[in-house]
Nanobody
Framework: QVTLVESGGGLVQAGGSLTLSCKAS????????MSWYREAPGKRRELVAL???????KYSDSVKGRFSISKDADRNTVFLQMNNLKPEDTGNYRC???????????WGEGAQGAVSS
């Protein structure tokens, strides 16, 4: 019964902010690297940010300085704080959990973030 459920999407103007959350259940959260990907029409799926078991983070060049990934392990939840949003940030943001040893992964269905100019 593995589930990843995203929430917090919406429509904002350029320069605005959104906070996404991903609630996980059905697996041992602490053993997984958590990532946020985004998908948009005509574009390849893009890794936006990830956070490892150690707390180390990585961001795509396009969002560095604007987005921040964090997690609350006690609540099995990962967050993505998105600031100073741009129209090109528009997309379906999907949460991924990947086992650090086996590389087995799970995916959420995504939350839509739309940014108007």
């Amino acid at each position: 019964q593995v589930t990843l459920v995203e929430s917090g999407g919406g429509l904002v103007q350029a320069g605005g902010s959104l906070t996404l959350s991903c609630k996980a259940s059905g697996f041992t959260f602490k053993l997984y690297t958590m990532s946020w990907y985004r998908e948009a029409p005509g574009k390849r799926r893009e890794l936006v940010a990830l956070i490892e078991n150690t707390g180390a983070t990585k961001y795509s060049d396009s969002v560095k300085g604007r987005f921040s990934i964090s997690k609350d392990a006690d609540r099995n939840t990962v967050f993505l704080q998105m600031n100073n949003l741009k129209p090109e940030d528009t997309g379906n943001y999907r949460c991924q959990a990947q086992n650090t040893w086996t590389h087995q992964d799970y995916w959420g269905e995504g939350a839509q973030g739309a940014v108007s100019s």
